[in-house]
């Protein structure tokens, strides 16, 4: 069923309005309650597959089911979208899922912050730590190096040595990554 459904959603394409997903979800589950495991590995695996769907609309249409919006299911949603190199559909999903108050945590927040990183959105990237500071969810060494790494693909050599300090200050552990992504930033802005 997992399979002959992905196939489905993906033959849909990202452009698929919410309708379109819905009748497909209706077909395959009918009536039943939605196994929240099912839809998780229904997520990965579209997330996985390079070709994916408008995982906005397909949230929407769970949503419209009455599928528990949780963490867990935000998660795999953004990173769907990182693999997707849609940083805008993981911010659009970001800010529905705190709408229905599902409680973001690092995990969520480091996808999206990977996700604007792979498409260069260094002011996205750097915008979603404070949103991370504001709402007391801890920023970890993975999610700096993003925006470090967002920082450097966005040419932005200052700000991705400014993300070091606001690190050192804040007693996140600088690794590898941090010092390549903040070294490879400054080399392309000439410094």
């Not at 979208?81 to 899922?97: P, V, Y």
Request: glycine share 8%; net charge negative.
């Amino acid at each position: 069923m997992l399979n002959e459904l992905s196939r489905e959603l993906e033959s849909l394409g990202r452009d698929a309005k919410g309708d379109h997903i819905g009748t497909t979800l209706d077909r395959h589950f009918g009536s039943s309650v939605y196994d929240l495991r099912v839809v998780n590995s229904l997520l990965s695996k579209l997330g996985r597959s390079g070709r994916g769907v408008h995982f906005v609309n397909l949230l929407g249409c769970l949503q419209q089911r009455n599928v528990e919006q949780d963490v867990y299911l935000a998660s795999i949603a953004i990173s769907s979208c990182r693999h997707l190199s849609d940083w805008g559909g993981a911010l659009d999903i970001l800010k529905k899922m705190a709408a229905v108050h599902v409680e973001l945590d690092t995990i969520t927040y480091s996808a999206a912050v990977s996700a604007c990183a792979k498409g260069g959105q260094w002011a996205k990237a750097s915008d979603l730590l404070a949103e991370m500071t504001l709402a007391h969810v801890e920023v970890s060494t993975t999610t700096y190096n993003s925006a470090v790494t967002a920082c450097e693909k966005g040419g932005q050599w200052a700000k991705a040595l400014a993300l070091l300090v606001e690190m050192a200050c804040a007693h996140v552990q600088l690794d590898t990554i941090t010092y390549n992504a903040a070294v490879s930033a400054c080399e392309k802005g000439g410094q």
